[in-house]
């Protein structure tokens, strides 16, 4: 990579900037929304991630001189156009889910206004951005769910593009995932990271008991030993008397879990290692490990399937316009109409109603919301049905995250990441049981336009 | 992104190193192999990409005073480790497949030889890159067979991370798309960019024509104007009105494509718009391009399938350590060998067996290929095999990418993109006609072990 971020964007992005300033709608100012028409097929909710990295991308988005030589040389746009972009700060409004917010159907999970030249050029960006990190959290938030609170390590970095992997990493630790073996998931955002070692650290080695010493030597007893590359029991058997009984724990990489686990736990146990750990990382996904709930599993490395949002690479997202002024002033709620990918226009907000037990009942996404911001007279709402009785809310769901261009401070950077974890697991808290049912099916809570 | 590449890495390959080097295992020169056990589920053959990228990253891989001092901090690796770090540079061979080969399971795509540590750090680096590339290009490929000559274009960008984008053009482009929407895949690889504008630019003007004669002053009539944003036939009669029969080409991004392309054929020549050309973009994979043979569609454009692999986001490949030497100098097969996940251990090279037609018959991996790299005996044995008649040949697939760090700067940049472009199209001449099957089959020839 050479040069900033600007030119990770479809060419038409620019073109429709330039065709715009031409003609004199580009400064009309315009309202973006982005939201996802439907639920990948089967799944019972979504889990909002990106948010973070997005508005620091935004933040730091510029047109440097090489992208504009390379516009200029390749003739993209016109001259005038590249000093328009020369200029170009975003310094606009956004709105949205809080990161690691649940969403459905219709959620209008990202509100974007200012010019429509400003607020165009995001487009890909934006999409980018949160349709990866959402298939990611997604996926990781339905294994989390089965993991009956036993840790689960992210590993997928080797299964899907370098830098996409580090977006992976952070996108599971925000859907509850424990850690990462990707170093620099660790560096840029705080995950913790783990891991040990691999097969062929043990083939390096003249005998499998060489390999153990070697590396309880380098990272003492409490390390986890991997002992499936010749014969799990001698494995096992080499690993204890290698590092005693205290050994932190075994990693199992292959074979037919729950038979494998429970001869595993029974022999360590007979060993009198018992406090000695059980992790598994074979080729896992929600299926798997909720297919381990009974067995003595302590912890689960995830790899392929949480990186590629098992079954769903990409939730999907879109970012359409939905209103703008009109030359007097107005403002205009517009959508496509023909046949299909209809959407529907006008700015949005949204409230998620519960009933008298917190229990997410309905998404309730309300169509233009006129000159008031979203997130504004929603919270009013909301306090005004609270006050009437307990036995039923309206929770806010679209919330500030750009003033004029300043993104709110709290979601970026490790703590931006660790406030997403939390609020997924507050999110997660609310959905009704039938939503962290693995079969297929329908969205757990219906999405209804007011 | 702050710093290098270095921590674009799995934890687990740090520690390995720092308690090899601790246990004097760390030189052990060794031979680690990049394959993949099987091809994608119902897949006939793979499409290899990303071995120019990779060489560049192994190139430039550097620990940095950043990098170097998070490591420090964590406590990853023991100090003496951060020294050699500090000094990394790969030293050792690399062979493997020409990128835009096609590829069967087991092939020996990558084959790194170096001391135990050196190779062994770049495997999260290496698999990384091989799999997502590789599984976009077998994706694209497939699509590349059915579209019959008429040209593709790459728009998945905001349905992958931003970065993988990048990526996804570049192996696409190879696998014989033409065109990408990604600027910085243009910038970097140069992949030919497309784009004029999405529904947004209709919606933002008070009519469908103010914005087709914005768009046609701004980019002129050779344009390709989106007419499906309030009702198609009408915006096929404007497009017309606005740009004259010259105009370049309309795109169709819903509808049912087979009879909305028919109807829009026959209307632009009853407008005597006879050269006016049909792209159409909706949704698209192999099946869909393959269901519009038959129609006067003149290109395509594909988005979410194609940047995510057409439901194989992976490719699946591994990193195994197959030899390494012992502290006499003498070399050791190794490969894991419990229950599951065998790998066949040894040094490889690989011919493909063709017929008296030059259609490929057999991928032949011969084991244990000794002291003579990859590439060098294989020459021999091909041209042996051809001079004894024309009724069969062996190619030889595993040519040298690296010799002693240096890589091959052919594979290198937009030329390198370009040769491995050139490289696949000729590995399709090759294939035998079963291989270019959409429906689910077997690998399209038998890989054999010699």
């Given at each position: 990579m050479t040069g900033s971020a600007a030119l990770l964007t479809d060419r038409y992005e620019l073109t429709m900037v330039?065709?715009?300033?031409?003609?004199?709608?580009?400064?009309?100012?315009?309202?973006?929304?982005?939201?996802?028409?439907?639920?990948?097929?089967?799944?019972?909710?979504?889990?909002?991630?990106?948010?973070?990295?997005?508005?620091?991308?935004?933040?730091?988005?510029?047109?440097?001189?090489?992208?504009?030589?390379?516009?200029?040389?390749?003739?993209?746009?016109?001259?005038?156009?590249?000093?328009?972009?020369?200029?170009?700060?975003?310094?606009?409004?956004?709105?949205?889910y809080r990161e690691g917010e649940a969403y459905f159907p219709g959620s209008p999970l990202v509100t974007v206004q200012g010019s429509f030249a400003e607020a165009v050029v995001l487009e890909t960006l934006i999409l980018s951005v949160l349709n990866y990190d959402s298939a990611v959290a997604s996926a990781a938030a339905r294994m989390s769910s089965v993991a009956l609170g036993r840790p689960l390590a992210e590993m997928g970095s080797r299964r899907?593009?370098?830098?996409?992997?580090?977006?992976?990493?952070?996108?599971?630790?925000?859907?509850?995932?424990?850690?990462?073996?990707?170093?620099?998931?660790?560096?840029?955002?705080?995950?913790?990271?783990?891991?040990?070692?691999?097969?062929?650290?043990?083939l390096l080695h003249d005998s499998e008991a060489d390999a153990f010493r070697a590396q309880v030597e380098a990272m003492g007893p409490d390390t986890t030993l991997l002992v499936d590359t010749y014969d799990i029991e001698r494995g096992v058997a080499t690993a204890i008397e290698v590092a005693g009984t205290g050994l932190g724990?075994?990693?199992?990489?292959?074979?037919?879990?729950?038979?494998?686990?429970?001869?595993?736990?029974?022999?360590?146990?007979?060993?009198?290692?018992?406090?000695?750990?059980?992790?598994?990382?074979?080729?896992?996904?929600?299926?798997?490990?909720?297919?381990?709930?009974?067995?003595?599993?302590?912890?689960?490395?995830?790899?392929?399937?949480?990186?590629?949002?098992?079954?769903?690479?990409?939730?999907?997202?879109?970012?359409?316009?939905?209103?703008?002024?009109?030359?007097?002033?107005?403002?205009?709620?517009?959508?496509?109409?023909s046949a299909q990918k209809v959407s529907v226009g006008g700015r949005k907000h949204a409230v998620r109603r519960l009933d008298g037990t917190r229990t997410a009942r309905e998404e309730v996404v309300i169509v233009d919301a006129g000159e008031a911001a979203p997130g504004e007279s929603g919270a009013d709402a909301a306090e005004a049905t609270e006050a009437a009785g307990r036995s039923q809310t309206e929770r806010d769901l679209v919330v500030p995250l750009m003033r004029a261009g300043v993104p709110d401070e709290r979601w970026l950077g490790p703590d931006g990441t660790r406030l997403a974890r939390e609020q997924r697991a507050a999110a997660m808290q609310e959905l009704p049981i039938e939503a962290f049912r693995l079969g297929a099916g329908e969205a757990a809570i219906p999405t209804t336009y007011r």
């Open positions: 330039d065709a715009a300033l031409q003609s004199g709608t580009a400064e009309r100012e315009s309202v973006f929304e982005a939201f996802a028409r439907r639920l990948p097929e089967g799944r019972r909710y979504g889990v909002v991630a990106g948010t973070g990295r997005m508005l620091q991308l935004i933040t730091e988005y510029r047109f440097d001189d090489p992208e504009l030589e390379w516009l200029r040389a390749n003739e993209v746009v016109r001259p005038a156009t590249l000093d328009w972009l020369a200029d170009y700060r975003f310094s606009g409004d956004i709105w949205g899907t593009n370098e830098r996409s992997a580090i977006a992976a990493a952070r996108a599971a630790y925000i859907a509850g995932f424990d850690a990462t073996s990707n170093l620099e998931a660790g560096r840029t955002w705080g995950v913790p990271t783990m891991g040990t070692a691999a097969h062929a650290f043990t724990a075994v990693r199992i990489d292959s074979g037919d879990l729950p038979t494998v686990v429970a001869d595993v736990r029974r022999q360590l146990d007979e060993l009198g290692a018992v406090d000695t750990r059980i992790t598994v990382t074979s080729d896992l996904d929600e299926f798997l490990i909720a297919a381990l709930s009974g067995s003595p599993v302590d912890a689960f490395g995830v790899g392929t399937r949480v990186a590629t949002g098992s079954g769903h690479p990409a939730a999907g997202m879109v970012y359409k316009l939905v209103a703008r002024r009109d030359d007097a002033g107005a403002w205009v709620d517009v959508a496509k109409s």
